[in-house]
């Protein structure tokens, strides 16, 4: 069977998030017992809890939602390209060594370990960089840090490129092990209706 690398984080109410976001949480609703056969739990959350997919509604009024999103980018030929300390935001000439033929999806790996507590000050995609990988074809980029902005940006401008040159993204990924190369990418959102990400079970897959 080929290798799976599993590249999302467990979500539980430890799991670090954005300030303002609606934490996990999770309650039990029945549980066995001499009158009931189940368990039943329910969840409430931030849909950028964990790994996850923002939808073009997240940055962009009137844009389609988790639910409307196409799953043909979530799905398919990978590559993971490694910049690890590359700085405060990753650029075109930290990606180049591994940039010939590029696959339509590339994720960045940034950490040596995935952050496992809130960390301001993570590392993001330069807006110019989202421009460049849409121009060698790709349709889908991530990386292992919360967001393709700084926590500071008030204008997200890379959240604006992606939904200028329609591209797809996967945030809060968790790269560790997983070494620098091509893959199959499994990462398909859910179907929540009007929702403005979507968390994923995000996978990779030996070729």
Known sequence: MPRLWDISPTVSSEAPIFPGDEPYSLRWTARVSPD???NLSAITMSPHVGAHADAPLHYGNDEPSAAEV???????PCRVIHAIDCGPLI???HLHHAAANLPPRVLVRCCKQADTAWNPDFTAYAPETVAW?????????GLDTPSVDP???KLLPSHQQLLRLKLRVLENLVLDEVPEGDYELIALPLKLAGACASPVRAVLREL
Do not use: F, K, W
Not at 70 to 76: E, F, R, S
Not at 134 to 141: E, F, K, M, N, Y
């Open 91 to 93: 650029r075109i000439e």
């Open 70 to 76: 196409d799953l043909n980018a979530y799905l398919g």
């Open 133 to 141: 990988l849409a121009a060698q074809g790709v349709q889908l980029i």
């Open 151 to 153: 926590a500071s940006s």
């Open 36 to 38: 009931c056969p189940v």
